[in-house]
Structures are given as C-alpha cells and as structure tokens.
C-alpha cells in the first residue's frame, strides 16, 4: 500500500497541492502522513504519526515553502509504527541531500543494509525506506538521476518512489510495474502559468489537483521533473510490468483507471462473473461496505435478486485491513459496521465482499448480521482465496495468517459461520479486467512470484529491528 505524490509548479507553493493529492490517497495509508519540500536552495521536510488532514493542516502548510514537494502517506509492511519510519525519509551526506518516498516493499533488506554497514553507515528508523535512501544519500554519481541508476539495479522488490534534492523531482518504478505511478500535467493556473507537473499513485491524485492523466510511469523507469524542456525518461531496467492485480480488486479507489480501466467497471463485471460462477436463491444481494459495492452490484443486476444496503458504515472509521496489527483490526470491525436491522431481518442474503484475508473480519460480518436476524447468509467473494503472503507491499507475510493457506473452502465457510459461500476464479477476475494474465502479479494466489522471495527473516516486517552482522 501507502500512497505518494510528486509536484513541480513553477510559481506557485507545492506544498498545498503535494497535500490535497496526497488527502485523496489517503485510503493507501493511515498511519503517518509527510511532506518534503524544495524552493531550489534547500529541502525541508515535515511528518508525523497521524491522517494526512491531523498532520499536514493549515497550521503547517504556510511554512512549508517552495514550488517541488513529494508527499506520503504510510501503511508499514517494514518496520514499525514509529515517528522515525514515518515519510518522506530524508538524508543529508556528503555527497547531496535527498528525501524520498515509497510504496512497495523490499526483499533483500538484510543484504542491503550490510552493503551500507560495510560503509559505516546507520540508519535511525527500522524501515526499508530509511535504509534506500542512506544508500542513495552515499552512492557514487554526479547527480541524482545518476546515482539512482547506479544504485536502483542491486535493489529487489516492489518499489513506486518519488524522490527529490533541492531541484529536481523523480518518480520511480521498479522492473515489474509491482506498485502503480502515473504522471500528470496540471492545469497552467495552477502551475502560475507554466507546465506544472504531478506523480500520483493513482489517477484519483491527479483529479483532486484538476491535473490531466498524461501516461503510467513504465516499468524500469524514472520520469524527471524539473528539466528545462518537461518530463525527462530515463530507464534503469528493462521493464516487465506485472501490475499487482489486488489493486483492481481491492486497494486502489474505485474511480481511479489503472491499464486503462475504470475500477469501479472492473469490480462490477467481477461481481457479474461471481453470480455466473455461483449462483444461489436469496432475497437480497448487500455489499460490506464500501470495498464490496461494485461487486455486489455487479452480483445483483446478473442474479436479477434485489440489491439493497444491510449495513452502514462510519465514514471516520479506517479500513480494516490495513490497520497494523490484528487486535485493532477487530476492535475495528465493530466501530467501522452497523446493520440495518429492518432490511435483513427474515431475509436470506447475498453478502459480497472483495476479499477474505485472514478471515476475522469476515466471521465477525456475519455475527453481526445473524444478530440482527438475517435467515441465511451466502458469503460471495470476488476474489480467488488468498493462499500465499505478500511480499511486495502488504502486511501479510506470515503464511498461517491466512486462513485459505490453513483450510479448505468448507473450513473457512464452518469458521465464518456463513451458510455457504464462493470465491471468484482467476479465470473470472481476468475476464473482468480482459487482459491477459501475464500482465499483473498473482502471488497472493498462486504463488508465482515475480521477483524471488526469500523465506526467511530477511522477509520479515521487523528485519530492521534486530541486528544485522556482516556477512549474515
């Protein structure tokens, strides 16, 4: 998860438009919010444990003066919820000044903090991002765009940067495209009249700022912002994009397009295959909101069974699944859900939801539900069953954690409580996407991982926070 931005708005203060991109990706991450911020002679950088709107308000903002900022908000999946993990992370060494920003994460953190080791070189924080950018910070090159190639090639895993010194702005994605970044151009009043420039983790970013999409940011490469004639590519890496597909399913806001597609009619035509692949007699079709609207919509007009809301969400309430650790998650449930009881009582109910991770969250869904009376429950998942942990950028990377990688269908259905239930195939997520399969990264369902994940705890969230020897 977490989101970024870049912004480069000749004459005008980055920081406000680095914020309000950053409010609209705020769904990527609720545990800290930053910014960096450069007027050409310095950066200076502000963050904090907090929503994007408790850390960067008005009281802030006014201070945080020039026209190229990059901004983040964080869900951690390397090191903990800590102040000093928060983002933008931010270096001054010898060689030049550097903050950046990532969404992703990294699977050769241990060989790469003892490359900085061998260096004597520390970090403060436990993150992998702390540690990418006190390597940036030392690594040989002239300039930063030189560096960052020289150094991006011994970095593996899932890594969408924006990075910034105190003239330009970069954004950078990795080999496989794992994480997403688009650029955009904003509107010339916005930029005091020049071509001002925006990277965003989705198009949502860009439409808050009145920006328009101009393209994706390519696997393997890196856009400069801040060049004399716009937008300069630059490519580290030949490039294979294998787009993580739970940003379709899941992640990413439903009016954002990713490949060209708007999310909102990808979930609806998953909800669509869902009620071709398992069909059941009930009276209504209900999503768990918000996450499993589309789908349940999609369910509905292809079952012809009536769709209707049968739980109501707090909007001030977080996404669950992303909270850091599981005790929250189900504190959560019950503050985020309340049931409509009038319009499940008696009733046998489609329920749709976008996914079943560890299965928690789902079984307490139906509790609340059977409390308020519903005849049957028939859970409908329009995803396929999570069997193997993310190591790209989700905190799932204990394989126990989730329960399809523990027990068969029967056994998650017995766990939940439900009366029946159904995932969506691969075979009809694709079909709703209508793109072929090599396009995106299926690991957290089949296994087949694009870059080589070691099994160890090298890969673990908390590698920073224990100690690393050279030569280990």
Known sequence: MCGVVGIHAPGQEAAPLAALGLFALQHRGQESAGLAVSDGTGVMVYKDLGLVAQVLDDRRLPSLRGDRAIAHC???TTGSTLW??????????????????????????RKLMEELQAGRGRIVGTSDTELLTALLAEEPGDDLVESLARLLPRVAGAYSLVVMDETRVIGVRDPFGIR???????PPETAGGAHGWVLSSETCGLEVLGATYVRDVEAGEMVVLGEPHGPRSVRFAEGREQLCVFE??????????????????????????????????????MPVPDTGAPAAAGYAEQSGIPYREGM??????????IQPSQALRQRGVTVKLSPLPDQVRGRRLVVVDDSVVRGTTTRRIVEILRRAGAAEIHLRISAPPIHHPCFYGIDTQIETELIASRLDLEGIRAFVGADSMAYLSIGGVLDAIGLPRERFCFACFDGNYPVPVPYDVASHKFVLEQPVEAGT
Do not use: W
Request: hydrophobic share 40%.
């Open 312 to 321: 109501v969400k707090n909007r001030y309430a977080g996404r669950t699944f």
């Open 248 to 285: 379709l399913i899941y992640f990413a806001r439903p009016d954002s397009f990713m490949l060209g597609r708007n999310l909102y009619e990808v979930r609806r035509r998953m909800g669509e295959a869902l009620a071709r692949e398992a069909p059941v007699e009930a009276d209504l079709v």
């Open 74 to 76: 964080r869900y951690s």
């Open 180 to 186: 997403p970044l688009v650029l955009g151009r904003l």
């Open 84 to 109: 000093e993990n928060s983002q933008p992370a931010f270096r001054m060494g010898p060689r030049r000044t550097v903050a950046l920003g990532h969404n992703g994460n990294l699977v050769n953190t």
